[in-house]
């Protein structure tokens, strides 16, 4: 009994340790498979990742991407890979892809080719505006407001203002098509001016990749140039306040006012891109780098032909167009224009000419100045009955007596047969 006894706690201690040790093979287990979850790499949503091409269809490409694995690049993500794109595609090869759906309704991991060569394009320009480094490439397209070039399979926009002065040069036309049309597949050497990557918006500029060399091309031409001297130019670029003309490789400015002696709004008016005019340098600032042109100074001025007809000390007729604090405009006849500055208005003290004249009025007036290089005529209205003038108006009264006192000659008619005269004769013998 006591051999029995003593047995009996052996026996559950044995199925004490059996118990414990196989608690102790479920705790490895459990604890394998959570360190197995722990390892495996599951693909997330957003993040882009590298596989290799396990098989290829035309509905679509399986893709292993780790994690014993295989992404689906199929449907609209399969459809956006040009023919060029697909054909360059081999099994094996390795790729970047983008996770579109971790899991979708059948269990596939959903991925696509272009979203991650995008992602990827991004990144690489977000680096080159970052190095400033300049790019090689080709123009692929245009639109009205400049040229399109392909960086890192985006499309890039170069604005017309960032084409480089020789390439405007050589656009010509009114319209994108003219001007841009055959640009498309020429290189071109840009860099990246700015990357907005939610707006899709890439900046890309010539004349930035060139700044060096534009810059020295317009120093050596600036030191060149002559004031006074007249050039031969093209138009490159037309704007509302002038034009932009290219001398040797830099651009002068021909400020609106001084394209020509009429008024005009715009200078489409009177050029046109590509054009090729003659201007005159009238002024060149080498420490700001800046050219001014002129295209009127090489014309004649139709103001000094029109003012010819007035001298100092005349007495006149004009309407009084305008009244400002220092003083009053008259018009003349067509666009002669004088002022009558507000000295001149009145013997006594006023603070302005609204205290005399109106706007409307027609007024005698004397010219007391001309000034033929800034088209300016000073007038006077207080100088009409000055004695300093009494000798002027009286040689130009009597002179415009004398015009009207000049006998008319006429041509007496010849005799004819039957001419009065010869009847006066025959009648006296009668």
Do not use: C
């Not at 088209?375 to 207080?382: A, D, E, N, Q, T």
């Amino acid at each position: 009994m006591t051999d029995q006894n003593q047995a009996l706690p052996a026996q559950g201690s044995d199925a004490h340790q059996q118990g414990e040790q196989h608690n102790n093979n479920n705790q490895t287990m459990e604890s394998l498979l959570n360190e197995q979850d722990l390892n495996v790499d599951l693909p997330q949503s957003g993040e882009i990742r590298t596989g290799s091409i396990a098989s290829m269809s035309p509905s679509q490409i399986l893709i292993s991407i780790g994690a014993k694995s295989e992404g689906v690049v199929s449907g609209r993500e399969l459809d956006q890979l040009s023919a060029e794109e697909r054909a360059a595609l081999q099994v094996g090869q390795e790729v970047h892809v983008f996770v579109i759906n971790p899991e979708d309704e059948n269990g596939n991991v959903v991925l696509s080719l272009k979203r991650a060569q995008e992602q990827l394009s991004w990144e690489n320009v977000e680096k080159l505006l970052e190095s400033d480094n300049v790019i090689d490439s080709k123009i692929i397209g245009f639109n009205k407001g400049g040229l399109i070039v392909g960086v890192e399979g985006l499309r890039g926009f170069v604005p017309s203002s960032q084409i480089s002065a020789m390439r405007r040069s050589q656009s010509t036309g009114e319209t994108p098509e003219q001007r841009w049309q055959k640009m498309i597949g020429q290189p071109i050497t840009v860099r990246v001016i700015e990357v907005d990557r939610e707006r899709r918006r890439l900046i890309l500029s010539e004349r930035a990749a060139s700044t060096e060399s534009r810059q020295s091309i317009k120093e050596r031409v600036i030191e060149e140039l002559e004031e006074g001297k007249v050039y031969t130019g093209r138009v490159t670029s037309l704007a509302n306040f002038g034009a932009f003309i290219n001398i040797n490789g830099a651009d002068g400015l021909v400020h609106l006012s001084e394209l020509s002696w009429d008024h005009i709004e715009h200078p489409r008016e009177v050029l046109e891109v590509g054009q090729e005019v003659k201007v005159k340098v009238i002024n060149v600032d080498r420490d700001k780098k800046r050219i001014g042109l002129s295209v009127r100074a090489l014309q004649s001025d139709p103001w000094k032909s029109r003012v010819e007809k007035y001298s100092v000390g005349q007495l006149v007729e004009g309407v009084i167009t305008r009244l400002t604090k220092f003083g009053a405009f008259a018009r003349l006849e067509g666009d002669i224009e004088g002022l009558i500055h507000i000295s001149e208005i009145a013997e006594h003290r006023i603070e302005h000419p609204k205290e005399v004249l109106k706007e409307g009025e027609v007024k005698s007036l004397r010219v007391i100045r001309i000034d033929p290089e800034q088209h300016r005529i000073g007038l006077s209205l207080r100088k009409v009955d000055s004695a300093a003038f009494a000798d002027k108006d009286f040689k130009l009264l009597t002179a415009e007596f004398d015009a009207e006192d000049e006998p008319e000659t006429f041509e007496a008619p010849q005799a004819s047969d039957d001419s009065p005269g010869e009847s006066t004769e025959e009648s006296t013998e009668a």
